[in-house]
Structure formats: structure tokens, C-alpha cells
């Protein structure tokens, strides 16, 4: 019992807290200082021990070898056969392999909304008469 008590009594001044912490001089301050460092946390980026420096690029317009081109937009890298999008510096493809994946093909849509599996409501309709209509046909056979 006395369990009970103590986390609801610690439940209620997390909530209290919570409602105040503009109010409470420390809770405050330590809300200002978590903001200020979340400010500073920087994401890293992930490199690789066979990605090219940023700053060095492949002559654009001229295609790798093998026809692979690797082109770097807003940080991401896209591997194309194609022209690299504008906007995006194209670098050259230090050898490795790539592999090339058929798309993804969506399933052809039905060939209408009646012909496959039926709804729940098709499902769980009654088959004959309900019992509302039974009781009414009993009622009436009564009189």
C-alpha cells in the first residue's frame, strides 16, 4: 500500500514539474542548456573507405568507365547510366562492382471492384429472413 502511494505521489509531482518547469528556476536553466547543446550535435556523415573525397569530381559530362555514373545530390549518393541531375556533382567510380536490380512492378489492379474477395459486409449478411422479421411473422401468424 505504501508502494502505491509513494509512485502516485511521485506521479503527481512529475506532472506538476512538468506544468512548471518555466516557473522552476533550475528546471528551466537545464531546459535552456539541453537546447543549447542539442544545437551543437552535429549528425556525422557516413564515409567509406573507397568514397572520393568531396571536393574531387569526375569531369561532368564525361561518362566513368563501364558507363556507371556516380552522381552526389544534397549528400546522397546515385549511381546512374544516365546524365547526373542538375544540381549534382558527378564523381568518378573508383572500380568495384554494381548491381544492377530489375524494378519493382506493382500487381495489375483487379479487373473490377466486384470480382474479388468479398467484404465483411457481404460475409456477415444474413442469409435468410432476420430475427426482427421472424419475430414479426409469428406475431402476425398469432393473431
Do not use: H
Request: overall charge positive; charged content about 20%.
Amino acid at each position: 500500500m505504501r508502494a502505491v502511494l509513494l509512485i502516485i505521489v511521485v506521479a503527481i509531482l512529475g506532472v506538476v514539474g512538468w506544468k512548471k518547469r518555466d516557473e522552476i528556476p533550475f528546471l528551466r536553466d537545464a531546459a535552456r542548456e539541453v537546447e543549447r547543446q542539442a544545437d551543437k550535435v552535429e549528425v556525422p556523415k557516413i564515409r567509406f573507405d573507397n568514397d572520393p573525397p568531396a571536393t574531387s569530381g569526375a569531369q561532368p559530362g564525361k561518362p566513368s568507365a563501364g558507363g556507371a555514373r556516380r552522381c552526389v545530390v544534397n549528400g546522397s549518393v546515385l549511381y546512374t547510366n544516365d546524365a547526373c541531375p542538375a544540381g549534382s556533382t558527378e564523381q568518378q567510380v573508383k572500380g568495384g562492382t554494381i548491381t544492377v536490380m530489375p524494378a519493382y512492378k506493382a500487381p495489375p489492379a483487379p479487373a473490377s471492384a466486384g470480382s474479388g474477395i468479398p467484404n465483411a459486409r457481404e460475409l456477415l449478411a444474413p442469409k435468410g429472413p432476420t430475427l426482427n422479421q421472424q419475430a414479426q411473422e409469428r406475431a402476425m401468424e398469432g393473431l
